[in-house]
Antibody, heavy 121, light 109 residues
């Protein structure tokens, strides 16, 4: 069974750094892209970027380029999303999702449950 | 960048009624790359349909979709209580990028 297990909720202050994780299981983690998707409170879904764990090829949405860093460790089947200096506007739920293979390559076919990040002074 | 505009913002319907949701793209989208997701309250999104009209595994046949070019439609033929949720269209674009519509909320009247 494909599963994406995300790290727990975080409460941080503005200016602090943060790294959240997404651990895949039940499939060949290295050979499927992993995406990160933001959902701000009461808002829609925003694609942030994707990474291919096999070679760490990473693509960012222009809206998030330079704002976050996506990485992956194929040895532990884990993808990461990190911030060097959080802002209050980073408060959101962050989902990781697997990009589908073959006929599903335009989709995100499996999703984690999300990590709530709250940034408040 | 292609912008997806969904309408209406909210659809108020009763169980058993038919729901028709629209997704309009600012430029032509390949039908292969148009996808729909469902997000129930306090849950992660779930893949609903891909390639414009193919249902994902486990999706009941009351969900159907069609469209081409810039206009795409999701239809729920008879709403069940579990169908009241937010629905997002999404397109996959060049340079390995994705865009979501802003969502349509289907609420119980």
């Amino acid at each position: 069974e494909v599963q994406l297990v995300q790290s727990g909720a975080e409460v941080k202050k503005p200016g602090e750094s943060l790294k959240i994780s997404c651990k895949g299981s039940g499939y060949s983690f290295a050979t499927y892209w992993i995406a990160w998707v933001r959902q701000m409170p009461g808002r829609g879904l925003e694609w942030m970027g994707v990474i291919y764990p096999s070679d760490s090829d990473t693509r960012y949405s222009p809206s998030f380029q330079g704002q976050v860093t996506i990485s992956a460790d194929k040895s532990s089947s884990t993808a990461y999303l990190q911030w060097s200096s959080l802002k209050a506007s980073d408060t959101a739920i962050y989902y990781c999702a697997r990009r589908g293979g073959s006929a599903f390559y335009a989709t995100f076919d499996y999703w984690g449950l999300g990590t709530l990040v709250t940034v408040s002074s | 960048e292609i912008v997806l505009t969904q309408s209406p913002g909210t659809l108020s319907l009763s169980p058993g009624e038919r729901a028709t949701l629209s997704c309009r793209a600012s430029q032509s989208v390949s039908s292969t790359f148009l996808v729909w997701y469902q997000q129930r309250p306090h849950q992660a999104p779930r893949l609903l349909l891909y390639g414009t009209s193919s249902r994902a595994i486990g999706i009941p046949d009351r969900f159907s979709a069609s469209g081409s070019g810039t206009d795409f439609t999701l239809i729920i033929s008879r709403l069940e209580p579990e169908d009241f949720a937010v629905y997002y269209c999404q397109q996959y674009g060049s340079s390995t990028s994705w865009t979501f519509g802003q969502g349509t909320r289907v609420e119980m009247k």
